[in-house]
């Protein structure tokens, strides 16, 4: 089953990462507020990034690194063309 890797806008204008394997059910769950408890007080949601992956585990690494991100990177993200998105990368500390 293939996993993914998700960014959501929420009401109030913050954006909320997260890794599924039902990316249309667990967006609805987000909406219906049995999602995450962030989500919860920040109904509606709106799906705007989501990537494949190859299996939970990469899928987990590559929410990790979105988390990383700053807020204008993740919304350069959720504006570019799906071929424009690059390949995530580890951070060198």
């Known amino acids: 089953m293939p996993w993914f890797v998700y960014i959501v806008r929420c009401r109030d ?7 599924t394997n039902d990316l249309d059910k667990r ?3 987000h909406n219906d507020g049995k999602g995450a408890r ?3 007080a920040r109904r509606p949601v709106v799906l ?3 990537r494949r992956a190859r ?3 990469a899928a987990l690494r590559q929410e990790y690194r ?5 807020r ?3 919304l350069a993200l959720t504006s570019a063309s799906p071929r424009a998105v690059p390949r995530l990368k580890r951070r060198r500390a």
């Open 38 to 40: 962030y989500t919860r």
């Open 72 to 74: 204008a990177e993740k």
């Open 13 to 19: 204008g913050s954006l909320y990462t997260g890794a």
């Open 48 to 50: 705007v990034f989501s």
């Open 55 to 57: 299996d939970k585990s």
């Open 27 to 29: 967006v609805r769950a």
């Open 66 to 70: 979105l988390k990383q991100l700053t």
